[in-house]
């Protein structure tokens, strides 16, 4: 619990809230189906604003799993499900 109270710290401490802007023509959203970043492996499904089902598995390189608390690979799983979608 020590390593996630830990990362939580690190990530909030800034004075204001960081912003990244993006500049886009499209709009789109995207409904979240499932993920499961334990263990060894993950995977996620998405459906796509078009209907279409994006879907990845695979298994983590060792630092990832040895570094890494099964939080922190749960989220890394979803922002890299989204991006790899979008």
């Not at 990244?20 to 263990?39: E, M, N, P």
């Not at 879907?55 to 499900?81: F, K």
Request: charged fraction near 25%; aromatic fraction near 12%; include cysteine.
């Amino acid at each position: 619990m020590r390593n996630n109270v830990n990362a939580l710290l690190r990530l909030t401490d800034f004075s204001t809230p960081l912003k990244q802007r993006v500049l886009s023509k499209l709009i789109s959203f995207v409904t979240y189906g499932f993920g499961d970043a334990s263990g060894k492996g993950f995977g996620a499904a998405l459906k796509l604003w078009n209907g279409v089902v994006f879907y990845r598995q695979g298994i983590w390189e060792y630092r990832i799993t040895d570094e890494q608390c099964s939080h922190c690979r749960e989220l890394r799983n979803l922002v890299d499900s989204l991006e790899r979608a979008a």
